[in-house]
């Protein structure tokens, strides 16, 4: 069992940057990659960019590509994501979750999942 809590989320103007912080605790050894997704109101469940933990390797989605960084502390167990030229449309509730499969965009691929925390864009 992986345990995930995230923090960090809040309100924020366009243009501005948050850091959301994933603690990951329990059976946090071996090969997993740590996600992050995200759900706006009304739609459906998104990914966002994910970090394999044991080598640091990392996948974005296209639409944060350039503005959102993903890094990973292993003496911490904790996954970080910088977020960076907000925009209103970012608006959601954002996720972290762990999952066996290499950095996987499918959130069907994730066994543990935290409550998630969340950022507001205001334009």
């Known amino acids: 069992q992986v345990q995930v809590v995230e923090s960090g989320g809040g309100l924020v103007q366009a243009g501005g940057s948050l850091r959301l912080s994933c603690a990951a605790s329990?059976?946090?050894?071996?090969?997993?990659?740590m996600g992050w997704f995200r759900q706006g109101p009304g739609k459906e469940r998104e990914f966002v960019a994910a970090?394999?933990?044991?080598?640091?390797?990392?996948a974005y989605a296209d639409s944060v590509k350039g503005r959102f960084t993903i890094s990973g502390d292993n003496a911490k167990n904790t996954v970080l994501l910088q977020m960076n030229s907000l925009k209103p449309e970012d608006t959601a509730v954002y996720y972290c979750?762990?999952?066996?499969?290499?950095?996987?965009?499918?959130?069907?691929?994730?066994?543990?999942w935290g409550q998630g925390t969340q950022v507001t864009v205001s334009s």
């Open positions: 979750a762990a999952s066996r499969v290499y950095l996987s965009s499918n959130p069907f691929t994730y066994d543990y």
């Open positions: 329990g059976r946090t050894t071996g090969s997993y990659t």
């Open positions: 970090i394999w933990w044991s080598g640091g390797s990392t």
